[in-house]
């Protein structure tokens, strides 16, 4: 089955203490994009990655690191972890960019706790 | 010039009404237009697009309509369905890299 699959779906952390959420996809998609998603906010893109060890900032990415080693994975890092980091994060890939012609797959999301 | 605005935030429609959610531009750049549904535990998932060079598109109960002018498009879901209930996202980009976000809508379709 075709997906993108995030782990783990529930974080509870304290402020400073480093984590990484992990994202992996099955379809081959060379693009790939992390989100976080607050209340009346929507979506806003922290980071994406076009191929392989090509990364670039998104529209929120301070407290944010990510890499692209392999084309299935995009892990998230969060180095020291703050409270206005407490959010739904959500990883998605695409087959190219998120254009007409490209739709984008997520995952089922992360809901990150920050205390 | 970037923002999409996304309106109603919420709406409670009966079953079997139509459900309208409405979302502005401004950047008459902006070339497609995707439309992503939300169900409560999962990500969105892309549900209808349209391009600037239509005005409707329409899939099952589910229609666009596009007003370039105005720099306004909707969706309407007909007859709508308990199902329906989810969150919908407006969107609109003209690159393949950067789609720029409604803040959303929760629908409530009330049996």
């Known amino acids: 089955e075709a997906q993108v699959t995030q782990n783990p779906r529930y974080l509870i952390t304290v402020t400073g203490k480093k984590l990484t959420v992990t994202c992996s996809q099955n379809m081959n998609h060379e693009y790939m994009s992390w989100y976080r998603q607050d209340p009346g906010l929507g979506l806003r893109q922290i980071y994406y990655s076009m191929n392989v060890e090509v990364t670039d900032k998104g529209d929120v990415p301070e407290g944010y690191k990510v890499s692209r080693k392999e084309k299935r994975n995009f892990p998230l890092i969060l180095e020291s972890p703050s409270p206005n980091q407490t959010s739904l994060y959500f990883c998605?890939?695409?087959?190219?960019?998120?254009?007409?012609?490209?739709?984008?797959?997520f995952g089922n999301g992360t809901r990150l706790t920050v205390t | 010039q970037q923002q999409v605005k996304q309106s109603p935030q919420s709406l409670i429609v009966q079953k079997g009404g139509i459900s309208i959610i409405n979302c502005a531009y401004e950047n008459t750049a902006f070339d497609y237009f995707p439309w992503y549904q939300q169900f409560p535990g999962k990500g969105p998932a892309l549900l209808i697009a349209i391009r600037p060079d239509v005005s409707e598109k329409k899939e099952g109960r589910f229609t666009i309509s596009f007003n370039k002018s105005a720099k306004q498009f909707s969706l309407h879901i007909m007859d709508s369905q308990p199902g329906d209930s989810a969150t919908y996202f407006c969107a609109a980009t003209r690159s393949n890299y950067q789609l720029i976000w409604g803040a959303g809508t929760k629908l409530i379709i009330k049996p």
């Open positions: 998605a890939s695409s087959r190219a960019g998120q254009g007409r012609g490209s739709p984008l797959h």
